[in-house]
């Protein structure tokens, strides 16, 4: 009552005021809330569905036995794409190949294991060619395969740095030059390369990481550009921000055969799930480059995009913190913003 009598009293332009301040305050809670760049929540919510746009498509995924990978293979094959599942342990990849089927209708011949070791680069012709024998094309590689790291620049091997750019970088490239001729033959295809939030900003304990990333981030979006020739084909990048995986236990630490000591609780981290689900949909309506990650970390993508000298400050700041944390030993990832008092097992 008091409300409309107040609605009735304001004049026009009080009106327009309010609403306006009503509908920035919604935008400024959507984009605090927000989990992926504008782009792909416009896609989301607009665009072309990955049920309508993926299903029947032949799928290639490199790294399919765990993480976003074996998450990929498992909502790819829900919506009707026919798969090749690529890692080095031919019987996790029977697993995930296994869990596919139960959960779809794909039958036996729709899922292709392909054993594949990334840093194996002799073998990749041998292996694509096994894959278009199968099926007789390829739609979309999604190079997702990779490691992280966990270790100070200071001490890190130099063998550590190379085996990190050989992995993420020079599988990723080899992968892609044995089908990229396939697909520019056919003139149209799709490649995604699973980048990282430190393909495009830095983070302390991963400067060859982040480094791999980067070089990524360089050859995927000068690659699009030397395609322009070819419109049928997309090159996309995914930078997905912290997503529960096995990532931290996988990483590469300070010397190369030594394990992280404390992967620490994964919980906090986007669900593999939902950054997934995003992915396909950027796939389904050729994003060429994706940014998904939950608060705060999408709000760093977007300082670092336009507000660089204050992504530096926030960086410093956090980036000395996580620092601090690792040195303590508990889990930078999970620790990140607390005080490094007890050590976590
Ligand atoms: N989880 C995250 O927080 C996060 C964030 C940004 C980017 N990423 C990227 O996502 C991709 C997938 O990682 P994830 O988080 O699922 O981690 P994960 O460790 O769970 O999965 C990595 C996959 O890569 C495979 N792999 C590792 N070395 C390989 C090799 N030599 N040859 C073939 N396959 C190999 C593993 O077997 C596994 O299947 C990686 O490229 C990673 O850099 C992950």
Not at 47 to 60: F, I, M, S, T
Not at 126 to 149: E, M, S, Y
Request: glycine share 6%.
């Amino acid at each position: 009552m008091y409300l409309s009598f107040a609605v009735l009293s304001m004049d026009i332009s009080s009106l327009i005021l309010v609403g306006s301040a009503v509908y920035l305050i919604v935008q400024l809670l959507r984009f605090i809330f927000a989990d992926a760049d504008f782009t792909l929540l416009w896609a989301a919510k607009l665009g072309n569905k990955p049920e309508d746009k993926l299903r029947g498509q032949v799928v290639w995924i490199t790294g399919a036995s765990s993480g976003i990978g074996e998450e990929l293979a498992y909502q790819l094959a829900a919506l009707g794409a026919r798969l090749i599942l690529s890692a080095r342990r031919q019987n996790e990849l029977e697993r995930v190949k296994r869990t596919c089927l139960e959960h779809s209708t794909l039958q036996e011949k729709d899922i292709l294991v392909l054993p594949l070791d990334l840093l194996d680069r002799a073998s990749h012709e041998a292996k694509t060619a096994t894959a278009l024998q199968h099926f007789g094309n390829i739609d979309v590689l999604i190079n997702n395969g990779g490691r992280t790291q966990r270790s100070l620049c200071l001490d890190t091997s130099m063998e550590v740095y190379q085996a990190i750019m050989d992995l993420n970088f020079l599988g990723t490239v080899s992968i892609t030059k044995q089908v990229l001729p396939h697909m520019t033959s056919r003139g149209t295809g799709i490649v995604a390369t699973v980048s990282s939030v430190v393909g495009l900003a830095g983070a302390p304990l991963a400067t060859g990481y982040s480094a791999s990333k980067h070089a990524l981030q360089g050859f995927f979006n000068s690659l699009r550009t030397e395609l322009t020739d070819y419109p049928g084909i997309t090159i996309s990048t995914v930078c997905p921000g912290p997503v529960q995986s096995q990532i931290v236990h996988n990483a590469f630490t300070e010397e190369l055969h030594k394990a992280v000591s404390n992967a620490g609780d994964q919980e906090h981290k986007m669900p593999t799930a939902r950054c997934v689900r995003l992915i396909l949909v950027g796939l389904a309506n050729h994003v060429k480059e994706m940014w998904i990650a939950q608060q705060p970390f999408l709000l760093f993508y977007y300082l670092w995009q336009y507000m660089p000298t204050l992504a530096w400050y926030a960086t410093n700041v956090l980036g000395r913190k996580r620092v601090q944390n690792f040195k303590a030993g508990l889990d930078a990832d999970s620790a990140y913003f607390s005080k490094p008092k007890t050590k976590t097992s």
